[in-house]
């Protein structure tokens, strides 16, 4: 199994990004997936997460009105819809995928029993 995210870049403070994270090696249709970033010095952060069948959403609160997770399940696909960026965004962000049976609130404070985790795309927001 992989998870490869991609997406990431430079942009300037109030620009828009759109990460995605593609799974490969079975599918993940009935399963949460969840976004999480770090930045450098600091502990890893939960962004988003979504339900399988997309239905349910759960958000940090600094992503809440910015950020929209979204999933394509025919792609094996999630995305993270990134707008009105800050330089305080910036980090690497990593999807992950946790149990079966998580619920989207959960994937929030699970980040240590993750069954899987994608290798990391940057982002980068400039002032």
């Known amino acids: 199994v992989q998870l490869q995210a991609s997406g990431g870049g430079l942009v300037k403070a109030g620009g828009s990004l759109r990460l995605s994270c593609a799974a490969s090696g079975r599918s993940f249709s009935r399963t949460a997936m969840g976004w999480f970033r770090q930045a450098p010095g600091q502990e890893r952060e939960f962004v988003a997460s979504i339900s399988g069948s997309g239905d349910s959403t759960y958000y940090a609160d600094s992503a809440k009105g910015r950020f929209t997770i979204s999933r394509d399940n025919a792609k094996n696909t999630v995305y993270l819809q990134m707008n009105s960026l800050k330089p305080e965004d910036t980090a690497v962000y990593l999807c992950?995928?946790?149990?079966?049976?998580?619920?989207?609130?959960?994937?929030?404070?699970?980040?240590?029993?993750?069954?899987?985790w994608g290798r990391g795309t940057q982002v980068t927001v400039s002032s």
């Open positions: 992950a995928v946790p149990p079966p049976g998580t619920i989207v609130e959960a994937v929030a404070v699970m980040w240590d029993f993750m069954e899987y």
